[in-house]
Every structure is written in C-alpha cells, then in structure tokens.
C-alpha cells in the first residue's frame, strides 16, 4: 500500500511513532524523559495550525486545546478526550521503523531479530484477516499505545473542524506524559481542563471499554516472636516466621493472581521478611466489589486472631491501607452518562462495545476518584509494551469513528435533563 493512499489517521500515527518518547522511572522530573516534549510540542503546534488558538504545552510538557461547542450555545457537558505521548520502558523505545503488511492472510510475519507476530501466541490476529497491519521492525515497540489514542483525537478534531454541522459539546484535548511510569495525572491541571466528563483513548482492541477497576488495598501482618538458643526452646519459643508462614498458608489457594481471572479477586502476598523474634507479610488485596474487598479485609484479620490464639507469647498486629477503588462507583455516582452514552453511541454506530475489566489501576481511575468521570476507549492495538506490539489501518479508523460518533452523541444528548 502506497503511503499515498494511506487514511488522514493512519498517516498522523506512522508520523508520530517516529518519535522516541520511552519514559524513565528512574527519573524524577516532569516529564521523565525531555524527548517527550518533542513530540508534545509539534502537537501543540498541529492543533494551532488546525485552528484551535488556545492549544500549547505547559512546562511539563501537557497539551491542553479547546474546540468550541457546535452549535454555539449547545448545554451538553464539556468533554475531554485524554491520551498520552510517552511509551512503556519494558521494551526498546526507539526510534520506532513502522511497517504495514498489507492483506494479512492469518501466517507468521518475521520482523527483525527473530520477532515474529504469530497467531499462536497472539489469537486475535486471525480476527484481522485482511486488515493492513502495522507494527514496528522488530527492534522496538510499536508505541500504538499511545499514540495510536493521540493520532485519533488528532484526526478527530481535524474532521470535526471540516463537519461544523455536527453537534458537538465544548471539546477539550488533553495530551499527558508518563502515563506508563504511573504519573501521568501527576501534574494534570484539572481547573484549567474544564470539563464535566472524560474519556481516555488507551485502550485495546475494537470495542473493548474500560471503566471498573479492582478495589484495592494492603494488609501488612507484624508478628512479634519470642527468640531463645533453638536446642532449649521447648515451650518458650514462639518463631515469628513459622507463624507468618501458617498466615499465608491458610489463605484460601483459589484466590491467588495465578488462579483467578475475569471478575474474581485475590490474594497477594507480595513481600515476606523476617527471622524468629520479628517477621513481616505484605499482602495485596484486590477486588471489584466493596463487599468483596471488606470480607478480604476481614479474612486476614480472623486468621491473625486465630494464630494470636494458638501461639499465646507472640504479638501479632494488622494494618490495613486503602490504595484505590473500583471507578465505576464514583462514574456513576458523579456522571453515568459517561458510561451508558458511550454504548449508546456505539449501537447507533452498529458496533458492539464491550466492557474490559482492568485488573488493575489506571489514569482514568484516578481522575475518575478526583470527581472527573473518565472511562478509557479502545485504539485497535494489541500487544503493548513488546517489540511484536500491532494495530491496523482498518482498526485505526474504526476507532476515530466510534470516538467522533461518541463526541456527536454528548453533542446531541448531553443538554438534554439527566
Ligand atoms: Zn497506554
């Protein structure tokens, strides 16, 4: 495929991969790394060529650019539409060769050092045959994740601006960095974002969308023992670390990461340290219910209490930290539109959208848990953060449609009485 046929989206992305923007977690600046600026800044730039006065960087390297509502006048919320510059450090960042493999049959495609894309390992290839395929050559990733979110709010507000006609709420960009080191809302300047409802476009493939998250917390298990020479401790020893071991012995085996999947929450024991007069546990507790992460809690504790009562003479304490929460309960305590619009618009569109899980925590949660409503968007691409990362032409554009068609619904029913 000649380059010269490629679509306006698909042309933004293979510009913008080209640019190196691997973030540092051994940095302690914003952002991470100063190449991410590089990129921020000629986003700045295209959205000013692009008619939006309003758009430039911060200091950290933010971009924030405003479209006025359509029509002028309309009540629907302001909407932001979030992604982020930088790219994951787990895999070499740069500078990224994309290449398209036009007609994809269902084979094993061989990039350079021996990479392959190869539907054994990654199943949903066969799902695109027939799709463009983009990746890298083999040596980095491919960066979709991000950038793949940035071209489509590029493209997106590029062909809102030649469609005035269609409505649209006041539409806020925001570009963000060091999403992939867990700081990407660090320095994001809510006030100045404006807006009632967001969504990220950092999601995977077509469809899918994103707006719970576990429940978390940390329990951490301190158990005082008694020491004494270990030939004369008959009855009056009590060994701090055979007790944390029985601890995390009982808890239940089914409820581990490696045993659980979907819906279901666990266990995670993640740090153990100690010798026989003091030993430590630290244990991660996630899951999607409020009640489910309570009964976790309240595990841990009933089996603290019944090892304090079968080694009298040691000293077991709990403390228990809440770290984040499921953000589907504070979307729909805030803005449920946020989530029941964005099917809404994907039926009308005729596609189907279903709901990912998140297994973890993310940007949107957090903004979500700081009052702004933020579900997160597919982009089309698979595989993050590996040199066999991928997206399509096709999944490229179908994504910009769904995000225009999403931006067009709040236009034409966000006014209306909630
Ligand atoms: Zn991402």
Known sequence: MPPTDLPAVVERFLRYVRIDTEADRDSDTTPSTEKQKELSSLLARELGELGLSDAAMDDHGYVYASLPAMPEGSTAPALALVA???TSPDAPGGPVEPRIHADYDGSVIALEDGVTL???????LLDHLGHDLITSDGTTLLGSDDKAGVAIIMQAVADLLAEPQRPRPLLKVCFTVDEEIGRGVDELDLEKLGVEVAYTIDGGGVGTFSYETFNAAEAVIRVQGV???????KDVMANATTIVAEILAALPAGEAPETTAHRE?????HLVEGDVTQAEARILLRDF???GLDRRKQLVEQLAAAAALKHPRARIQVEIEDNYRNMREYIETKDDRAISFAFSAAEELGIELREELVRGGTDGSRLSEMGLPTPNVFTGGHDFHSCFEWNTVQNLEAALAYVKALVEYWGRHGGEEA
């Open 84 to 86: 982020h510059v930088d």
């Open 118 to 124: 190869d539907p054994a390992r990654s199943p949903e």
């Open 227 to 233: 020491g004494v020479h270990p030939g004369y401790a």
């Open 265 to 269: 929450g666990y266990f995670c024991p």
């Open 289 to 291: 219910t409020a009640d």
